[in-house]
């Protein structure tokens, strides 16, 4: 291993998008990195046209084997370098594309800090520039942040778009939870940190989320393929506001309640069915009781 700093990229059946994030990658303006691409089982053939790269030594080609999705695919990833001596973990999705300077702006802003954070977090933009719905950041999981004007942001929530954490803060408060599967479970994770250490969005360190609409999590718009998916959702979020006590089950109680007048409302097709799914959600949590998983080092102390 020739650098303290990896990347930790995943992705599943998305070979194309995942070499655009490559591309990006290589080109920021600090090289002093490696890459770790957590493969979830892709049948595209991401595998094989990466191999070439992976010989290089600049790419850690990993396949666990199945598909783990995104939770268990971080978790992965984040083991994997953290067994290989990596200090600092910069986390991201296939889509996600760093502007150059995106890596050198949470250097800078760890150097301001003298490493005394938990997480930086970068600006997510969608392809037109504006700010991405899916990933705006946020004070806590109660309140939105109103003010991104600055170079370090106090913020308790965000996601795995660009995402810069360390190693000592994984030993500390465990990994991401694989049983999240999809949704949330970078809600529960950041939620998790800023509870004991101060958390920053790093305004200049920006990427580009190249989804193909800039929307957040929307069951009322949502067409019949993805439905199902919401389930993982609405479950996860009763997890991460349990803990927050009888103030996060009043919040979870009228956020559910929007959600549903907006299903009864405004969808266009298949109403019953998406307020199954979120009562579904809602229910599966009354039997969901994941454990935190720790590096080993830690469990053995």
């Known amino acids: 291993m020739k650098n303290d700093i990896v990347a930790i990229v ?4 998305r070979k194309m998008m995942l070499f655009e994030c490559l591309r990006h990658l290589a080109e920021q303006t600090v090289q002093d990195f490696d890459i770790i691409v957590v493969d979830n089982a892709s049948t595209d053939g991401t595998g094989q046209d990466l191999a070439p790269f992976v010989e290089t030594g600049k790419i ?3 396949n666990p084997g199945e598909n783990l999705g995104g939770a268990g695919g971080f978790l992965f990833g984040i083991k994997q370098a953290a067994e290989r001596g990596y200090r600092y973990f910069w986390l991201m999705d296939d889509d996600t594309l760093p502007y150059p300077d995106a890596l050198e702006q949470f250097l800078v802003a760890d150097r301001a800090l003298d490493g005394k954070y938990g997480f930086l977090s ?4 969608w392809t037109d520039g504006k700010l991405c719905r899916m990933n705006l950041q946020k004070k806590d999981v109660f309140h939105r942040l109103k003010n991104r004007d600055g170079s370090l942001i106090p913020i308790g929530v965000a996601t795995f778009v660009s995402m810069f954490t360390k190693a000592e803060i994984v030993q500390d408060v465990g990994l991401p939870i694989p ?3 999809i949704w949330t479970d970078d809600v529960e994770y950041t939620d998790r940190i800023s509870a004991k250490y101060p958390c920053y969005l790093v305004s200049k360190s920006c990427v580009t989320h190249a989804m193909s609409s800039n929307i957040g999590v929307n069951l009322a718009s949502e067409g019949s393929e993805r439905l199902e998916r919401y389930r993982y959702c609405y479950r996860n979020e009763v997890y991460v506001y349990r803990r927050h006590g009888i103030k996060g ?3 979870l109680l009228l956020k559910d309640f929007y959600h549903a007048t907006r299903i009864l409302l405004f969808s266009e097709g298949w109403r019953w069915k998406k307020l199954r799914v979120l009562c579904l959600g809602i229910r599966e949590d009354f039997s969901f009781r994941p454990g935190i998983p720790y590096l080993r080092s830690h469990t053995d102390e």
């Open 10 to 13: 995943v992705t599943y059946n």
């Open 60 to 62: 850690i080609y990993l």
């Open 122 to 125: 970068g600006k997510a933009l």
């Open 179 to 181: 049983e999240f599967f």
């Open 249 to 251: 089950a009043f919040y």
